[in-house]
Structure formats: C-alpha cells, structure tokens
C-alpha cells in the first residue's frame, strides 16, 4: 500500500495510560501489547516525511451531568478525567513538539475538535490509523474521516481491543463500507 508522506498522517488513537497500561482502569491487555507496534508505525512515518497525529480521549468529572442519553461514564465508569494520569499519552510513545494533539471528549476524534482543520491546513488526505480501541474510537474516527473524504487506513496490527472478534469485527467493516485496511509491512512511502 503506498502513501506519499508530504499528504499522510498517522493518527495515534487513545494510547494513553487509562487504556493501554495494567492500572489503567480500562486497561486491555492487547491495547497494552500494541504500544510497541504503534510506536514502530510512528517512527517509521516519521522517518518518511510524514505527520504525525496522536489523540487523547479526555473527560472532565462534569462531562456528562444533565445529559439526556449519551453517557460514557454510564457505560464504563469513570476513566481518562481530565489532567489525570489516565488520560496521558502512554510513556512509549515518542510524542514530539512537531505531532500534534488531539484533545477529544467523545468516540470519533473528529467531533468537535481541531482535527480537521490542522489535516486541512497541511494539506493531508491519507490517514494511516492505528491505536485502542479497535472497535471503539478508532472505527468511528476512521468512519469520520471517510465521510470527510479522507482515506482511512487501519492498520491491522497496530491496533487494541478487548476481544479479538471486536478487533475483526473493526477491520472488516472498515474495510467494507468507507477505508481500507493494511498490516505495517504492506505500508510503503514514496
């Protein structure tokens, strides 16, 4: 799979302590065992050229207090509050002063942020997406960006889950209706 690095963006999904490390409290094992991977991805698009995106899944306390019917804290219990040390980036990640951040507050990363507008503002139409959890954030970040004709790319073995037919589940849809699925050995920059 080829991808010109002056338009290509990794976009590093919520690999954050709340999520890929053991005290963490949502902490998947998997999510845990792709840090490694996502940091080989990063470095290698860095390498390339390419820009590189990392996202935070951050809550304040009072998020969801008044709201109708959404409610992560419901469905999951508190996680990722926000300036906690959940809610940073994992410690094996080479964040740089150059990556931007992404500070979202729902599932898609895209929801009222600025991630559209920095990947407008240098000119970025391919996006290689990697990170936790695989049918979570990362499948309604990679949806956002295909109805925003990006072209999303999940990269298979870069990303967490909670069980391993969440993760397929994920990439098959993906795969079928609006991106596109790679592994980091099918990846080529040119």
Not at 48 to 56: E, F, K, N
Not at 106 to 113: E, K, L
């Amino acid at each position: 799979m080829h991808f010109d690095p002056d338009s290509t963006a990794v976009v590093v999904v919520d690999v954050q302590n709340g999520f890929c490390h053991p005290d963490g409290s949502l902490h998947a094992p998997a999510s845990e065992e792709v840090v490694a991977d996502v940091a080989d991805v990063v470095s290698e698009a860095r390498d390339a050229g390419a820009s590189v995106v990392y996202t935070r899944d951050v809550h304040p306390p009072e998020q969801f207090e008044g709201n109708h019917y959404y409610d992560e804290f419901d469905r999951w219990g508190e996680h990722v509050l926000e300036d906690s040390w959940e809610a940073r980036l994992h410690a094996d990640l080479d964040v740089r002063e150059q990556d931007h951040i992404v500070e979202k507050h729902t599932y898609d990363a895209f929801y009222r942020t600025d991630l559209e507008g920095y990947l407008d503002a240098h000119k970025i139409d391919d996006l290689l997406i990697c990170g936790t959890l695989a049918n979570v954030c990362v499948l309604h970040t990679a949806g956002s960006a295909g109805l925003r004709d990006y072209r999303p790319a999940l990269i298979e073995d870069a990303l967490g889950y909670i069980e391993e037919d969440h993760k397929q589940y994920a990439v098959e849809h993906a795969d079928f209706l609006f991106g596109e699925v790679t592994t980091k050995d099918e990846i080529e920059f040119e």
